[in-house]
């Protein structure tokens, strides 16, 4: 099946600062990526599409200005969380879309990456 | 909106069968998923239905029926590294997954 790498696998940051996630396709180009947060024995929830070239798509609740997501090459997307405060300490988990079935699954699969463990002091 | 249902924990015997129930009603179908999920890891893909009837890979089997929005997941021949949550999802006419709250499976020697 496909690879998609996180980048970093756990951050510990203080209240105030803003964190960096890296998500990258390594074997199938992606145009389109998905980001989801899951808290304590929760399950996935979607917070915003990732499209390559245009602007992401916020699910409803979701700040988009707290949320900055850049998703520059067909390959690499990134969540920035701005200002971060404990209340987003959270286990971030990105998806790349295979539209052609091409990296070893189903059409339109969604691969996923092993996700960022986010503590914020 | 999307509302998914399974059953938060279940536990069972090395060795035996276990089904995991998966009820949905959604604002649009496109397949439905099932993962599994070790604590603090990311999902990993299960099995994969779109139309109705029964996907058998190995020791598990996903069962589908588009009709009354349920799905299940049968794991056969439990062994202890099965131990883990399972993830229900739906994906819709965008191509978004919704998920379940996930199973919690405990297997028992």
């Known amino acids: 099946g496909a690879v998609v790498s996180q980048h970093p696998s756990w951050v510990i940051c203080k209240s105030g600062t803003s964190v960096k996630i890296e998500c990258r396709s390594l074997?199938?180009?992606?145009?389109?990526m998905f980001w989801y947060r899951q808290f304590p024995k929760q399950s996935l929830m979607l917070m915003a599409t990732?499209?390559?070239?245009?602007?992401?798509?916020?699910e409803q609740g979701v700040e988009k200005d707290k949320f900055l997501i850049n998703h520059a090459s067909l390959t690499l997307s990134t969540l920035t969380v701005t200002s971060a405060h404990p209340e987003d300490s959270s286990f971030y988990i990105c998806?790349?879309?295979?539209?052609?079935?091409?990296?070893?699954?189903?059409?339109?699969?969604?691969?996923f990456g092993p996700g960022t463990r986010l503590t914020v002091l | 909106g999307q509302n998914i249902d399974q059953p938060t924990e279940m536990t069972a015997t090395e060795g035996a069968i276990v089904q995991i129930n998966c009820t949905y009603q959604t604002s649009g179908f496109n397949g439905l998923f099932w993962y599994q999920q070790h604590a603090g890891e990311a999902p990993t893909f299960l099995s994969y239905?779109?139309?109705?009837g029964l996907e058998e890979k190995g020791r598990f089997s996903s069962f589908l029926s588009r009709s009354k929005g349920y799905s299940y997941l049968l794991l056969k021949e439990l062994q202890m590294k099965d131990s883990a949550s399972y993830l229900c999802?739906?994906?819709?006419?965008?191509?978004?997954?919704?998920f379940g709250a996930g199973t919690t499976v405990t297997v028992r020697a």
């Open positions: 998806s790349a879309r295979d539209f052609s079935g091409l990296a070893g699954g189903i059409t339109d699969e969604q691969f």
């Open positions: 074997d199938f180009q992606a145009t389109t």
């Open positions: 990732s499209n390559e070239g245009s602007k992401a798509t916020y």
């Open positions: 999802a739906v994906r819709d006419g965008d191509y978004k997954l919704s």
């Open positions: 239905n779109v139309l109705d």
